[in-house]
């Protein structure tokens, strides 16, 4: 199981502690791979770029504009986190229905 965020980042850490045996990436110093990326967009679409970030206010409209998978290719703290791989499941976030799924 991986788990994508920044060690920064709460909610990750409340996810990371709750997931020991998860490996963690941090997608600011590590970055996102091109594949998990991709798939991750096809199962979640725009709901995967956190658009409530800080990251997000401090673009220009014509940055926003761009493909997604570009923007957060190139600016991996957009990313909605955490971004949880377990085998060919996904999950995004951390909320209760996450943890359900993940401890069932």
Do not use: H
Request: net charge positive.
């Amino acid at each position: 199981m991986q788990l994508y965020g920044l060690k920064t980042c709460d909610t990750c850490r409340k996810a990371l502690k709750a997931l020991p045996s998860a490996d963690f990436i941090d997608v600011r110093a590590q970055g996102v791979p091109a594949p998990v990326l991709a798939a991750a967009f096809a199962r979640f679409g725009q709901a995967l770029v956190n658009t409530r970030s800080t990251t997000w206010r401090g673009l220009s409209e014509e940055a926003r504009a761009r493909d997604p998978l570009a923007l957060l290719a190139d600016e991996p703290t957009l990313m909605k986190r955490p971004l949880i791989v377990a085998g060919d499941e996904m999950y995004l976030g951390w909320d209760k229905s996450v943890q359900a799924a993940l401890w069932a």
